[in-house]
């Protein structure tokens, strides 16, 4: 089975930037996303992608966030910039052991089940 595997994460000031690696055991899957967990509230999806060249973001972090693949590694990435404090999280990457595109679905917890362990990110105003 797939592991996934995070890092990138860290400490910044509002305004600041960071970038997510999501590292694969094998990248031998074709939908990936990024999710984040905020302290006391559910897990949700910030971002998704696919090998039939599709992606999308939620709302927050549309125009800020930007989500590519390494096609020389099996390394997903997570561009985050100007950062918010509201963008405090735990950011986990996520893939699922079904072939095809993320469809309609790829920022829905509930389409994956593969996870990595997590990193931390806080942003400071």
């Known amino acids: 089975q797939v592991q996934l595997v995070e890092s990138g994460g860290g400490s910044v000031q509002a305004g600041g930037s960071l970038r997510l690696s999501c590292a694969a055991s094998?990248?031998?899957?074709?939908?990936v996303g990024w999710f984040r967990q905020a302290p006391g509230k559910e897990r949700e999806g910030v971002a998704y992608w696919d090998s039939y060249g599709s992606s999308d973001y939620a709302d927050s972090v549309k125009g800020r966030f930007t989500i590519s693949k390494d096609s020389a590694k099996t390394t997903l990435y997570l561009q985050m910039r100007s950062l918010e404090p509201d963008d405090t999280a735990i950011y986990y990457c996520?893939?699922?052991?079904?072939?095809?595109?993320?469809?309609?679905?790829?920022?829905?917890?509930?389409?994956?089940?593969?996870w990595g362990q997590g990193t931390q990110v806080t942003v400071s105003s």
């Open positions: 094998a990248f031998s899957v074709s939908c």
């Open positions: 996520a893939t699922r052991p079904l072939f095809g595109p993320c469809g309609d679905t790829g920022l829905r917890e509930s389409s994956y089940s593969i």
